[in-house]
């Protein structure tokens, strides 16, 4: 029988381990980055077979005193999920190597690609913020990227092309990944409008998509100037530069896609005020469509887990949060909507549909 010594001591070393691993998490995703900027998931897939390390190496530009090093970052990515092996061998030259799902995301010219999320998330403008976590929970600034940069992420983003070009990136890519499910399986949320606005719609990727799937939709693309500045439209898509906080442009509907999780209450309050204005000539006809998260302690684990950092995410970069079922009635009800309904697309992603 083990002693209560042996007992503490085990307990002792699972919590050691436990906060070791966090402390090392971002291991794991500095990682990937570096085998994304590598093109190591391009190039195993390219090969159109099993991948030899041997090949690998031979096929990437590094200096030849880093080559024994690549197998130790491949077994990284192994354990993390993003690779497995094929011929484990004592020769480690001749481990083949092959995608897994999570690394087709991974490659450049995949429809659903995830990694512009990447390298906006991992660049220094971003990561920077997190070091000074601890100084903003003592001082009255916005958020802890104003407290590393002096100003707020939009500010950043209208002032500094690589953050913009970053950022924009990102919410295409992030588009893409719904934006089949939106146009195929939600058809209906569309019937009977005439007219639509995409608040915050970037450079256009689900509003291009919605209006080549409903002609008789005619499309606006509203976002700051600096976003839409020379994008061209099409003959059902236009784009018009202004301040969703100072009015919005009159339609049928309203589309908000990943806007709200960016801004507190109050803020999301206003937007949703401005929404119901410019739906207003359409009475009981018109209504506000959401996409966003909606997080609920019944989620799957990695769900969850996903929801909480995106919740941490929005606190260290703008001044929103990941809301609950219970936080989206109170800011729905609140703003005088009489009624909504809230329909899981898929994963992570609910839609609403929020009437006047």
């Known amino acids: ?43 195993i897939h390219n090969y159109g077979q099993p991948m030899p390390l041997s090949n690998l190496i031979a096929s990437l530009s590094i200096h030849p005193s880093k080559t024994h090093c690549l197998y130790r970052l491949m077994r990284m990515l192994i354990h993390s999920g993003f690779f497995s092996q094929h011929n484990v061998t004592e020769n480690q030259l001749e481990i083949e190597y092959v995608l897994t799902d999570a690394s087709m995301l991974l490659l450049k010219n995949h429809p659903l690609s995830v990694t512009p999320f990447l390298h906006l998330n991992l660049d220094p403008i971003l990561t920077l913020p997190w070091n000074q976590f601890s100084t903003w929970f003592q001082n009255g600034d916005s958020t802890p990227f104003e407290t590393t940069h002096g100003m707020l992420f939009w500010d950043y983003a209208g002032r500094h092309p690589t953050l913009n070009h970053l950022f924009n990136d990102t919410m295409a890519c992030n588009t893409r990944f719904i934006t089949s499910v939106v146009t195929e399986k939600c058809k209906g949320v569309f019937s009977g409008l005439k007219s639509l606005v995409d608040v915050g719609g970037g450079t256009g990727t689900l509003a291009k998509a919605i209006a080549k799937s409903f002609p008789q939709l005619e499309c606006i693309v509203f976002d700051l100037p600096h976003v839409v500045d020379g994008l061209n439209g099409t003959q059902n898509l236009k784009y018009v530069a202004g301040n969703m906080f100072d009015t919005i442009p009159h339609a049928d509907a309203i589309f908000l896609k990943s806007i709200l999780h960016d801004w507190n209450d109050e803020e999301c309050m206003n937007i949703l005020k401005k929404c119901k204005e410019a739906i207003r000539r359409k009475g009981k006809e018109g209504k506000v469509i959401i996409i966003d998260m909606v997080m609920d302690n019944e989620n799957k684990k990695d769900e969850l887990q996903t929801h909480l950092f995106f919740d941490m995410l929005m606190m260290v970069l703008v001044t929103g949060k990941t809301r609950t079922k219970k936080d989206w009635d109170k800011l729905i009800c609140s703003t005088g909507f009489s009624d909504y309904k809230i329909t899981s697309i898929f994963g992570l992603t609910s839609l609403f549909e929020i009437y006047p």
Request: net charge negative; aromatic share 4%.
């Open 1 to 43: 029988m083990e002693s209560p010594e042996g007992k503490n001591a085990a307990k002792l070393g699972d919590a050691r381990t436990h906060v070791l691993n966090h402390i090392f998490n971002y291991i794991n995703s500095m990682s990937l980055k570096c085998a994304v900027d590598l093109g190591i998931p391009d190039i």
